[in-house]
DNA sequence: AATCAATGTGTTTTTGGTACATACTACTAT
DNA sequence: ATAGTAGTATGTACCAAAAACACATTGATT
């Protein structure tokens, strides 16, 4: 198993005796998942005894042959075998003392994964899924690191379809519903959310009803093809709000 | 007269011989401001000679001593004179080639100020303004975090009062919305602005009226007291198009 | 005095969001 | 089998905000 925390922290304390401008540049994965109504983050056992038993986010160092967007895919694929995921960059933290081992900049990604397409990798591992919700301390400023980072998710996520990526291929409405609701952190009505879901585009009916549910099945649907992990960056013409 | 980027090209070529994360950080400042209804960035000429007569944003090395989000703050002081500018993180840039004289990662933040309070301060430099509009061409990545850099002011714009930082302190509405319609670029219709604008109930009628205009004179206004440089960051509850 | 060019405001229409009620389907307990 | 329960599924009325639009006012210029 990669044990890079240690790594990074070793290369840190060595980097603090090198002179004038030398900081290290690290990158915060915020893992995103969602099991049981409950939006999660993917969390490590901190190694540094500063945060004993504490936990934090997943990072490591960024390469010197690397770009540094590259960074949070080689350690989501390092850490989780996932490739092709959904990563975003969210800030860049640089406070002085934010690393107890040396001067550490950190640029902060969340991701968005299904949980259930990496269960098996996890067992017998230092990684564990932990309800943000339930998150009162973490280590370095990962709080901090982690809320703005549910910040992003929270605009990203009405109107963009990223969300799907937190999502089994098949889903009812329902369960995409109770999704939003726990990203948002308010209930919403069901039919004025099913009527602006409908209206936004984003799904297929594929035909299909849930099976081995206690009650009444609903109609599944599937993301529509090509949305997924579509990019919808910056060249966004000038918003309606004051439109001529 | 400061003569910073020399500065820090030597850093930089030092640095590219040291070992391992031996990574450089720096940020980089978008000076936006505004004159003759145009929006403007302040540019400087690059000193490196792979990027001979082409103009580049105002940077350096963040100094192991500074907090990242002070370095911006320390460049702007510098090379303007400025204190309590508005300042804002964009986005962190780090691809490998991107600085020719060794690994750089450099975190963009834009910045809006009054070109008039500072007029005096730019004569014999080698910093001018460049209508924004007009670019072509920068030197490093620079014109691509100008790009994000305006995407970013036009989203803030529409919702936060930070446009009056690029503002004398009195100004009629004809102005303000020449100054909304240069940073969204479309032209916004007289009516609806001012309804609009009203009713965010950002301003304070002076009651002053404008002088030395060749038409029927306009009424002044300032930004109300303490919205100017009030940061609203991220403790923004679940927005309104998925309510209950 | 008449014209011009800008400021300043009000009304209608349309759109989109919110609130809300009822029918339908499957499972469960009696 | 029947009634009850808990979920799905859908439609309508109301309200607020945005867009489209027209006219009166003021001061400078001729």
Redesign the pocket.
Known sequence: MIKQTSLKTAAIEKSRHLEYFNIAVSVDCVIFGYQDKQLKVLLIKSDLKEFEDLWSLIGDLVQPNEDLESAPYRVLEQRTGLKDVYLEQVHTFGNINRHPSGRVITTAYYSLVDIKSLKLKLTHNELHWHNVADIVELAFDHKIILQTSLNCLRERVIEHPVIFNLLPEKF????L?DLYEAILGQEL????F???I??KNWLDDINE???????????LYKIRPGLKNKKFEPIKIA??????
């Open positions: 009812s409405l329902r369960r519903q009505d069901r039919r004025n099913r009527k602006r409908t209206l009803m849930e099976e081995d549910v206690p009650h009444r099945p609903g109609k918003p309606s709000l004051m439109a001529v």
